[in-house]
């Protein structure tokens, strides 16, 4: 029982370091910057990460990665019952408070995908904000993640 238990909690330390890379730019923390596999003819693929400020209020301005002809700053929000996605120009970032850019809502959206995002892969990715400036950080593609089935559903 106890090597279950040791092997569990070894699995799940381990889990918490491939996915705990985190960056520092100022006040700023980039936490976990990471996009889900594509499909091999899929255009577009998705960015995450969560942006911790701890500084002066500040906003993301761009993004740019050599895998795609463009990164857009994107929101989705549903209107009625269809859910729009639409690029903005800037994601504000207040002072003493965290932003996720995650699905479904505030994300990165990578244009022209020069090939496929794959489990694993690393991915340099420029952000520019207006105050911090410009930061390098490197994100990476986690591995899929199958839904829930109907019965894991509480």
């Excluded at 699905?103 to 990578?110: D, E, Q, R, S």
């Excluded at 022209?112 to 950080?137: D, M, N, T, W, Y």
């Amino acid at each position: 029982m106890r090597t279950r238990i040791f092997a569990g909690a070894l699995l799940a330390f381990a889990a918490a370091l491939a996915h705990g890379h985190d960056f520092q730019a100022g006040g700023l923390t980039i936490g976990h910057p990471h996009a889900r596999p594509t499909a091999p003819a899929q255009p577009t693929g998705g960015g995450y990460m969560k942006l911790v400020n701890n500084g002066p209020a500040d906003r993301l301005l761009a993004a740019s990665a050599p895998v795609a002809t463009s990164v857009q700053l994107h929101s989705m929000q549903m209107e009625g019952d269809v859910m729009r996605m639409r690029e903005v120009d800037a994601i504000d970032l207040p002072a003493g408070k965290t932003v996720e850019l995650k699905p479904g809502g505030l994300h990165l959206m990578f244009i022209g995908l020069k090939a496929p995002f794959v489990p694993g892969q690393k991915i340099p990715l420029k952000l520019r904000f207006e105050k911090a400036g410009e930061v390098s950080v490197e994100m990476t593609v986690d591995a899929a993640v199958a839904p829930p089935m109907a019965h894991d559903k509480p």
